[in-house]
Protein backbone atom coordinates (compact mmCIF):
# COMPACT_ATOMS: atom_id res chain seq x y z
CA UNK A 1 0.00 0.00 0.00
CA UNK A 2 1.82 3.17 -0.82
CA UNK A 3 -0.02 7.36 -0.84
CA UNK A 4 -2.11 7.35 -3.87
CA UNK A 5 -3.26 3.93 -3.33
CA UNK A 6 -4.34 5.23 0.36
CA UNK A 7 -5.81 8.78 -1.23
CA UNK A 8 -7.73 6.56 -3.48
CA UNK A 9 -9.03 4.44 -0.65
CA UNK A 10 -10.25 7.78 1.46
CA UNK A 11 -12.10 7.98 -1.92
CA UNK A 12 -14.13 5.00 -1.36
CA UNK A 13 -14.48 5.92 2.21
CA UNK A 14 -15.42 9.83 1.72
CA UNK A 15 -19.06 8.20 -0.98
CA UNK A 16 -20.77 7.20 1.71
CA UNK A 17 -19.67 10.33 3.79
CA UNK A 18 -21.27 12.43 0.89
CA UNK A 19 -24.41 10.20 0.79
CA UNK A 20 -25.08 11.14 5.10
CA UNK A 21 -24.11 14.67 4.35
CA UNK A 22 -26.55 15.18 1.59
CA UNK A 23 -29.49 13.73 3.16
CA UNK A 24 -28.83 15.34 6.38
CA UNK A 25 -31.27 17.54 7.85
CA UNK A 26 -28.06 20.47 8.90
CA UNK A 27 -28.43 23.40 7.42
CA UNK A 28 -26.54 23.50 4.26
CA UNK A 29 -26.12 20.23 4.02
CA UNK A 30 -25.65 20.30 -0.07
CA UNK A 31 -22.76 22.60 0.48
CA UNK A 32 -21.03 20.21 3.29
CA UNK A 33 -21.55 17.53 0.73
CA UNK A 34 -20.59 19.33 -2.36
CA UNK A 35 -17.46 20.40 -0.07
CA UNK A 36 -17.07 16.51 0.59
CA UNK A 37 -16.92 16.00 -2.92
CA UNK A 38 -14.69 18.72 -3.72
CA UNK A 39 -12.19 16.94 -0.99
CA UNK A 40 -12.49 13.72 -3.38
CA UNK A 41 -11.42 15.46 -6.44
CA UNK A 42 -8.70 16.97 -4.69
CA UNK A 43 -7.37 13.23 -3.44
CA UNK A 44 -7.90 12.30 -7.05
CA UNK A 45 -5.67 15.01 -8.26
CA UNK A 46 -3.38 13.75 -5.84
CA UNK A 47 -3.17 10.48 -6.15
CA UNK A 48 -2.53 11.03 -9.91
CA UNK A 49 0.51 13.44 -9.12
CA UNK A 50 2.04 11.22 -6.58
CA UNK A 51 1.60 8.04 -8.44
CA UNK A 52 3.35 9.24 -11.93
CA UNK A 53 6.05 12.09 -10.43
CA UNK A 54 7.29 9.23 -8.12
CA UNK A 55 6.93 6.27 -10.09
CA UNK A 56 4.50 4.75 -7.41
CA UNK A 57 1.64 3.31 -10.36
CA UNK A 58 0.35 0.02 -9.33
CA UNK A 59 -2.23 -2.06 -11.02
CA UNK A 60 -4.47 -2.08 -8.23
CA UNK A 61 -3.72 1.83 -8.75
CA UNK A 62 -4.99 1.92 -12.00
CA UNK A 63 -8.14 -0.50 -11.71
CA UNK A 64 -9.41 1.20 -8.68
CA UNK A 65 -8.18 5.05 -9.04
CA UNK A 66 -11.39 4.80 -11.58
CA UNK A 67 -13.72 2.80 -9.99
CA UNK A 68 -13.65 5.59 -6.67
CA UNK A 69 -13.90 8.18 -9.61
CA UNK A 70 -16.88 6.45 -10.89
CA UNK A 71 -18.62 5.33 -8.03
CA UNK A 72 -18.36 9.45 -6.20
CA UNK A 73 -19.29 10.65 -9.65
CA UNK A 74 -22.57 8.47 -9.86
CA UNK A 75 -23.43 8.73 -6.25
CA UNK A 76 -23.64 12.50 -6.44
CA UNK A 77 -25.24 12.41 -9.57
CA UNK A 78 -27.73 10.15 -7.88
CA UNK A 79 -28.48 12.17 -4.92
CA UNK A 80 -28.88 15.55 -7.29
CA UNK A 81 -31.33 13.94 -9.34
CA UNK A 82 -33.11 12.28 -6.21
CA UNK A 83 -33.24 16.11 -5.17
CA UNK A 84 -34.47 17.33 -8.56
CA UNK A 85 -31.31 19.46 -9.35
CA UNK A 86 -30.08 17.19 -12.14
CA UNK A 87 -32.66 15.68 -14.68
CA UNK A 88 -33.08 11.69 -14.98
CA UNK A 89 -31.58 11.99 -18.40
CA UNK A 90 -28.11 12.62 -17.03
CA UNK A 91 -28.32 9.76 -14.41
CA UNK A 92 -29.30 7.54 -17.44
CA UNK A 93 -26.47 8.38 -19.87
CA UNK A 94 -23.69 8.28 -17.53
CA UNK A 95 -25.62 5.29 -15.98
CA UNK A 96 -25.52 3.20 -18.87
CA UNK A 97 -21.66 4.20 -19.63
CA UNK A 98 -20.54 3.36 -16.56
CA UNK A 99 -22.66 -0.01 -16.57
CA UNK A 100 -20.48 -0.81 -20.07
CA UNK A 101 -17.27 0.49 -19.11
CA UNK A 102 -17.55 -1.95 -16.20
CA UNK A 103 -18.59 -5.02 -18.08
CA UNK A 104 -15.96 -4.09 -20.66
CA UNK A 105 -13.21 -3.77 -18.00
CA UNK A 106 -14.18 -6.75 -16.20
CA UNK A 107 -14.32 -8.73 -19.84
CA UNK A 108 -10.87 -7.12 -20.36
CA UNK A 109 -9.20 -8.28 -17.07
CA UNK A 110 -10.10 -11.51 -17.33
CA UNK A 111 -10.08 -12.40 -21.20
CA UNK A 112 -6.51 -10.64 -21.87
CA UNK A 113 -4.10 -11.37 -18.87
CA UNK A 114 -5.27 -9.13 -16.76
CA UNK A 115 -5.68 -6.02 -18.75
CA UNK A 116 -6.30 -2.98 -17.38
CA UNK A 117 -7.37 -0.01 -19.88
CA UNK A 118 -6.39 3.09 -17.63
CA UNK A 119 -7.66 5.93 -17.52
CA UNK A 120 -7.13 8.56 -20.50
CA UNK A 121 -7.41 12.41 -20.50
CA UNK A 122 -10.87 12.31 -21.97
CA UNK A 123 -12.03 10.90 -19.34
CA UNK A 124 -9.67 12.84 -17.23
CA UNK A 125 -11.50 16.18 -18.52
CA UNK A 126 -15.14 14.88 -18.35
CA UNK A 127 -14.94 14.08 -14.58
CA UNK A 128 -13.32 17.68 -14.49
CA UNK A 129 -16.25 19.06 -15.79
CA UNK A 130 -18.63 16.99 -13.80
CA UNK A 131 -16.87 18.60 -10.78
CA UNK A 132 -17.42 22.17 -12.13
CA UNK A 133 -21.34 21.16 -13.52
CA UNK A 134 -22.02 19.92 -9.71
CA UNK A 135 -20.26 22.87 -7.90
CA UNK A 136 -21.96 25.39 -10.35
CA UNK A 137 -25.61 23.77 -9.39
CA UNK A 138 -24.60 23.93 -5.13
CA UNK A 139 -23.25 27.21 -5.76
CA UNK A 140 -26.31 28.16 -6.95
CA UNK A 141 -24.74 29.40 -10.31
CA UNK A 142 -27.65 30.91 -12.86
CA UNK A 143 -29.77 28.14 -14.04
CA UNK A 144 -29.25 28.27 -17.83
CA UNK A 145 -25.05 28.32 -16.97
CA UNK A 146 -25.53 25.09 -14.72
CA UNK A 147 -27.21 23.20 -17.87
CA UNK A 148 -24.91 24.04 -20.00
CA UNK A 149 -22.18 23.07 -17.83
CA UNK A 150 -24.16 19.43 -17.33
CA UNK A 151 -24.82 19.04 -20.98
CA UNK A 152 -21.25 19.86 -21.72
CA UNK A 153 -20.29 17.02 -19.39
CA UNK A 154 -22.35 14.85 -20.27
CA UNK A 155 -21.02 14.82 -23.88
CA UNK A 156 -17.62 14.67 -22.92
CA UNK A 157 -18.78 11.20 -20.98
CA UNK A 158 -19.66 10.01 -24.37
CA UNK A 159 -16.69 11.29 -25.83
CA UNK A 160 -14.50 9.44 -23.58
CA UNK A 161 -16.83 6.57 -23.95
CA UNK A 162 -16.15 6.14 -27.50
CA UNK A 163 -12.31 6.51 -26.88
CA UNK A 164 -12.53 3.82 -24.41
CA UNK A 165 -14.46 1.58 -26.74
CA UNK A 166 -11.89 2.17 -29.53
CA UNK A 167 -9.16 1.11 -26.67
CA UNK A 168 -11.16 -1.70 -26.22
CA UNK A 169 -11.31 -2.63 -29.94
CA UNK A 170 -7.30 -2.22 -29.94
CA UNK A 171 -7.18 -4.82 -27.27
CA UNK A 172 -9.12 -7.48 -29.03
CA UNK A 173 -7.41 -6.82 -31.98
CA UNK A 174 -4.07 -7.04 -30.70
CA UNK A 175 -4.83 -10.29 -29.27
CA UNK A 176 -4.36 -13.14 -31.46
CA UNK A 177 -5.40 -16.02 -29.28
CA UNK A 178 -8.22 -14.99 -28.40
CA UNK A 179 -11.60 -15.95 -30.42
CA UNK A 180 -13.93 -13.45 -32.40
CA UNK A 181 -16.95 -12.88 -31.02
Given at each position: ????????????????????????????????????F????V?????????????????????????????????????????????????????????????????????????????N?????????F???????????????????????????????????????????????????
Amino acid sequence: MNIPNVLTTIRFLLVPIFVFIFYSSIENNILYATIVFAIAGVTDVLDGYIARTYNMVTKWGVAMDPLADKLMQLTVLICFTSKAYLPIWVIIVVGLKEILMVIGALFLYYSFEKTVIPANRYGKIATIAFYIAILSIAFNFPETLSFILVLLAVMLTLLAFINYFLGFKEVRKDNKNIKSY
